[in-house]
């Protein structure tokens, strides 16, 4: 049966909501903080540095200055660059057909990502996802001039406005805080993700929470 959407356009996280990067993300610190001379993080305490900008987390959880971390992004996004933005990066699974799904229903979706919009480009079009985003959005390069959630969700809205899509009724897909406070800023609701690395405490203020593509998808699209 054909579907519709109780939402008028979509915006999505990336790492940890639509990707899972975290074996680039974790090699890569290791490399950036030994060369700093500094312990890099464990498996488990990646969370601290998934979801904010790297220039705000190098500076939150190591106590880099903001010299310091500039430094250590430049480094970072180096290595990034030499493997290439698709290694070691894999589809959580589920959704891409969600994606495919809300596009066949006509509703517009965009990212909304800290990540550095060459790098989300470049993922959304090795994932095949490109053809279903209005937009594609993400962080500046240097990731102080465009980085802060809210600002990117606000740079997501107007791009999809300016393409002509209706943003009366948008909703948010993110697994960590930062995106719960960046769509509260625009009065966006958020769906909170489940699978992403967060803890639990994390979906506080997010219209709902969910483990699995299947209840996201529900709350996405129904039968009309």
């Given at each position: 049966m054909p579907e519709r959407s109780p939402w008028s356009c979509v915006l999505w996280d990336v790492d940890g909501t639509i990707i899972d990067a975290s074996e680039g993300?974790?090699?890569?610190?290791?490399?950036?903080?030994?060369?700093?001379?500094?312990?890099?993080?464990?498996?488990?305490?990646?969370?601290?540095?998934?979801?904010?900008?790297?220039?705000?987390?190098?500076?939150?959880n190591?106590?880099?200055?903001?010299?310091?971390?500039?430094?250590?992004?430049?480094f970072y996004r180096g290595l990034n660059k030499a493997e290439g933005y698709t290694s070691s990066v894999q589809l959580f699974?589920?959704?891409?057909?969600?994606?495919?799904?809300?596009?066949?229903?006509?509703?517009?979706?965009a990212t909304a990502s800290s990540k550095p919009e060459v790098q989300v480009t470049a993922l959304m079009d090795f994932f095949?996802?490109?053809?279903?985003?209005?937009?594609?959005?993400?962080?500046?390069?240097?990731?102080?001039?465009?980085?802060?959630k809210s600002d990117i969700v606000a740079e997501a809205l107007r791009r999809?406005?300016?393409?002509?899509?209706?943003?009366?009724r948008p909703v948010l897909i993110g697994d960590r805080h930062h995106d719960?406070?960046?769509?509260?800023?625009?009065?966006?609701?958020?769906i909170f993700v489940q699978w992403g690395f967060s803890w639990p405490h994390e979906a506080e203020g997010a219209q709902a929470s969910v483990a699995t593509a299947d209840e996201l998808r529900a709350l996405l699209l129904v039968e009309e």
């Open positions: 993300i974790l090699r890569r610190l290791t490399v950036t903080l030994e060369h700093f001379g500094m312990r890099p993080p464990t498996r488990g305490e990646l969370a601290h540095w998934i979801g904010p900008p790297m220039f705000e987390s190098f500076q939150t190591v106590g880099m200055t903001p010299e310091q971390a500039t430094e250590a992004v430049t699974p589920g959704i891409a057909e969600i994606m495919a799904d809300l596009s066949a229903a006509g509703v517009p979706q095949d996802l490109s053809p279903y985003l209005t937009a594609t959005v993400g962080a500046t390069l240097d990731e102080r001039t465009l980085s802060a999809l406005a300016v393409a002509g899509a209706d943003t009366s719960v406070e960046g769509g509260l800023a625009h009065d966006v609701p958020v």
